[in-house]
Structure formats: structure tokens, C-alpha cells
């Protein structure tokens, strides 16, 4: 594609073919590689910050959607918007972003996991109220704390 286009597939054709789509700023300015056109600006590629305050994605748990978990990302057919960071560990619930082997939208006593192509699921966890069972099989003390970047955490293995 010339400066200021990007591939994608076009969603209307029988065998998928390819296309070229513009990818440029409310100016007109062409956005560079790695570089995607949102909300009339050039954003990086998988940006965090482009998808702060949009009122959708990350719930912390205390009810806020924060755009936690988001990035910014284009799907095959070009579509720019803000998603959930599968690769970072969360799974989107109806266009909110839960941190998997955590509660999400869970009953207590359960953790939401990723259930592959199928989305997610609830998991009974065995561990006790506060903690979690992590992908090793092991329950943990989960722990979050405020000197630590948003969304992050710290778990505690717990000795039985």
C-alpha cells in the first residue's frame, strides 16, 4: 500500500482477498508504521494510553471502567477501536477486561479463566476466600499494592 493506506482483508470478498484502506490523521497527514488512525489522531499500535477514559474495558474490581486491559488494536478488516489485552492476561466479559485466574464477574469462591476461542468461564478455585488457584494449579495470596503500576499484582504463595 502507498503512504497513508494499510492492508487488510476485505470482508466482502468470497475468497478474502486484500485491500488497501487509509490510514491517515483528521489533517490528512499519512499515520506511519505501527501507527493506527483513532479518534482523527496517529496512536501507536497496541497503545494503553489511547484507550484511557474511554468508559469501556478494565473493571478494577471496584465497579470503575477504567479502559484497564485495553489497547488499541485493528482487527483483519481494518476496524480500529480499544480491546482487551488477550496476550497480557485478560478476558474480555461482554467488552469489559477482567484479569484472568482472578473473580471478575464470578461468584465468590470462583476465578474467571480464559477458555480459548470460547471466551471465558467461571472455575471453582479451592483456595479460600482472598485467593486465587494460578495457572500452575497452586493457590495464591493475591496482594495489591498502590506503589505498583495500575492493574498489577503481586501473589503470595500460600503455605499449607
Known sequence: CEEGYRLVVNENS???ASKCIENKNKKG?????????Y???CELSNSKSACKNTGL??????GKNTGLGQRLQADLYGKVSCRCALD???VDVDGTCYHEYQQG???VGQQIISNGFQGWKCMN????PGRIRW???RCYQVEQSGEMCDGRYELYEVKT
Not at 29 to 37: D, G, N
Request: proline residues 6%.
Open 105 to 107: 464477574p464470578c461468584k
Open 14 to 16: 468470497v475468497c478474502r
Open 57 to 62: 474495558g478494565g473493571n478494577t474490581g471496584l
Open 29 to 37: 497527514e499519512p499515520c506511519h508504521e505501527e501507527m493506527l488512525a
Open 135 to 137: 495457572s500452575d494449579g
Open 88 to 90: 497480557l492476561g485478560f
Open 39 to 41: 479518534n482523527g489522531v
Open 125 to 128: 478455585t479451592a483456595c479460600g
